[in-house]
C-alpha cells in the first residue's frame, strides 16, 4: 500500500516558478514509477511527467518539455515536479500518482495510487 500527499500549490503569475511535492508513504517505491498529470478547468486529465524510482529515467508530456523538472529524494520518499516559466495554460489541478514498473506510465489508468491533488493557478 502506497499513500500520496502533494503539496506546494498556489497562484503565481506568468512566467514564475513553483515547485510541488509528493511525499510518499507505505512500501517502497523501488520498483515504481512516480507520475504527475493535470486537469485544467473544464478540460481532460492529461499526462505532465514521469520518472522511474530507481535508475532516475524521466519523461514528459509535450506541452512541459523543458519548463518541468520532475526529481525525487528516496532518502525522504519524496517526488518533486519544479515548474519554470509558468504559463496561464498551466493552470489546473495537479496530482501525483504511483504505478507499478514496466505500466504505460502516460496512461492515468496504470496507476494505482493517487494524490489528492493540488491546484496551480497562473494569473495572465
Known amino acids: 500500500q502506497v499513500q500520496l500527499v502533494e503539496s506546494g500549490g498556489g497562484l503565481v503569475e506568468a512566467g514564475g516558478s513553483l515547485t510541488l511535492s509528493c511525499a510518499a508513504s507505505?512500501?517502497?517505491?523501488?520498483?515504481?514509477?512516480m507520475g504527475w498529470f493535470r486537469q485544467p478547468p473544464g478540460k481532460e486529465r492529461e499526462f505532465v511527467a514521469a520518472?522511474?524510482?530507481?535508475?532516475?529515467?524521466?519523461s514528459y508530456g509535450d506541452p512541459v518539455k523543458g519548463r518541468f523538472t520532475i526529481s525525487r529524494d528516496e532518502a525522504k520518499n519524496t517526488g518533486y515536479l519544479q515548474m519554470n516559466k509558468l504559463k496561464p495554460e498551466d493552470t489546473g489541478v495537479y496530482y501525483c500518482?504511483?504505478?507499478?514498473?514496466?505500466?504505460?506510465?502516460?496512461?492515468?489508468?496504470?496507476?494505482?495510487?493517487w494524490g489528492q491533488g493540488t491546484q496551480v493557478t497562473v494569473s495572465s
Open positions: 500518482a504511483a504505478a507499478a514498473v514496466g505500466s504505460a506510465y502516460y496512461a492515468g489508468s496504470q496507476y494505482d495510487y
Open positions: 507505505g512500501r517502497s517505491l523501488r520498483r515504481s514509477i
Open positions: 520518472i522511474r524510482w530507481s535508475g532516475d529515467i524521466t
